[in-house]
């Protein structure tokens, strides 16, 4: 059975950062996809960054350039660095792991992709 569970969501300021871990286990090896999701008051889920088994990532628009991810295979861990928060980045933020991932290929993350879910992490960003 695959389990993944999200932790490091916090109040912080705008303008800060923060780190999120996600650990993946129940798979015997580290080909397999991670990724981050979030869904904003009102809003619907979205993709925010992930990798597959290969190293191939992909980010959502609007966190390009501010938001980073980056994998420990030995630890089971995939991390989303989040810097320069803004307020519109509160929200529940949700990691999901599956063995394929097409579309990470072309950068897309995708939740269609994704069967296996954590329970969320609430990150709240006051202005």
């Known amino acids: 059975e695959v389990r993944v569970v999200e932790s490091g969501g916090e109040t912080v300021q705008s303008g800060g950062s923060l780190t999120l871990s996600c650990v993946v286990s129940g798979y015997s090896d580290s080909n397999y996809c991670v990724a981050w999701f979030r869904q904003r008051p009102g809003q619907e889920r979205e993709g925010v960054a992930g990798?597959?088994?290969?190293?191939?990532?992909g980010y959502g628009d609007s966190v390009k350039g501010r938001f980073a991810v980056s994998r420990d295979n030995a630890k089971n861990t995939l991390s989303l660095q989040m810097n320069n928060l803004k307020p519109e980045d509160t929200a529940t933020y949700y990691c999901?792991?599956?063995?394929?991932?097409?579309?990470?290929?072309?950068?897309?993350?995708?939740?269609?992709?994704?069967?296996?879910w954590g329970q969320g992490t609430q990150v709240a960003v006051s202005s």
């Open positions: 999901a792991a599956d063995r394929l991932c097409p579309l990470m290929w072309a950068g897309i993350v995708a939740q269609n992709e994704f069967l296996n």
């Open positions: 990798m597959n088994g290969e190293g191939r990532m």
